[in-house]
């Protein structure tokens, strides 16, 4: 039996962390509501279906990075589940890659 050896498909510096949230660019309606989304990569937005869940995590308050967002599991329009956050503290979106 020869051993196989793996060939690495991209350059180490192209390696990115697993999980790592995505930019996101948001539409909200005049209560504030999140009513569209733009994808990193994607020309056109896709409109939320439903909002399944929402909750806030506050951590690390005592630190000089804090860490205050806002979640929402949607449902868009083509019927994908998706996980966005809101950044509080930089106010920013990102997609949320489970």
């Not at 991209?10 to 509501?33: H, K, M, V």
């Not at 690390?60 to 868009?76: D, G």
Request: net charge positive.
């Amino acid at each position: 039996m020869r051993p196989v050896i793996s060939k690495p498909t991209r350059r180490t510096g192209a390696l990115r962390p697993l999980n790592a949230p995505s930019p996101l660019r948001i539409q909200t309606d005049a209560t504030g509501r999140v009513v569209s989304i733009w994808r990193q990569g994607r020309l056109t937005p896709r409109t939320i279906a439903t909002i399944q869940d929402c909750w806030r995590i506050d951590d690390e308050w005592w630190r000089e990075h804090a860490v205050s967002r806002l979640y929402y599991e949607l449902v868009l329009d083509d019927g994908t589940l998706l996980t966005i956050y809101h950044d509080l503290v930089a106010d920013l979106w990102f997609e949320q890659r489970r």
